[in-house]
């Protein structure tokens, strides 16, 4: 039934660390490409981080160089670290899945994923 399950959010202060981790189950694939998004109240939800089928790894301008996409194609689990936490990364963080990758220059288009997670809350105070 629950294809994605996402856990790890928690509160953290400014410039701290904190990792994500989506167990993907079921049809899911490790293969297919997957990502984190979120969003904040009153705005869009936005790409963070993607992973495609072919394993090539995509950032949102904000994060890059902060946060880290891996995958363990074995036990099927998406994480995401994030490192130098600020304020504005506060959000809901989701966990996402496509099909028939490679996406490319699609990841970052929350329409062209088929399932998503239920989503885990991450607070950063300064």
């Known amino acids: 039934q629950k294809h994605l399950v996402e856990s790890g959010g928690g509160s953290v202060q400014a410039g701290g660390s904190l990792r994500l981790s989506c167990t993907a189950s079921?049809?899911?694939?490790?293969?297919?490409?997957m990502g984190w998004f979120r969003q904040r109240p009153g705005q869009a939800r936005e790409m963070v981080a993607a992973?495609?089928?072919?394993?090539?790894?995509t950032y949102g301008d904000s994060v890059k160089g902060r946060f880290t996409i891996y995958k363990d194609y074995v036990k099927k689990i998406l994480y995401l670290q994030m490192n130098s936490l600020k304020s504005e990364d506060a959000a809901m963080y989701y966990c996402?899945?496509?099909?028939?990758?490679?996406?490319?220059?699609?990841?970052?288009?929350?329409?062209?994923?088929?399932?998503w997670g239920q989503g885990t809350q991450v607070a950063v105070s300064s």
């Open positions: 992973v495609d089928s072919d394993r090539t790894t």
């Open positions: 996402a899945a496509g099909e028939g990758g490679p996406f490319g220059g699609k990841l970052k288009i929350p329409e062209y994923y088929n399932f």
């Open positions: 079921g049809y899911i694939d490790s293969t297919f490409p």
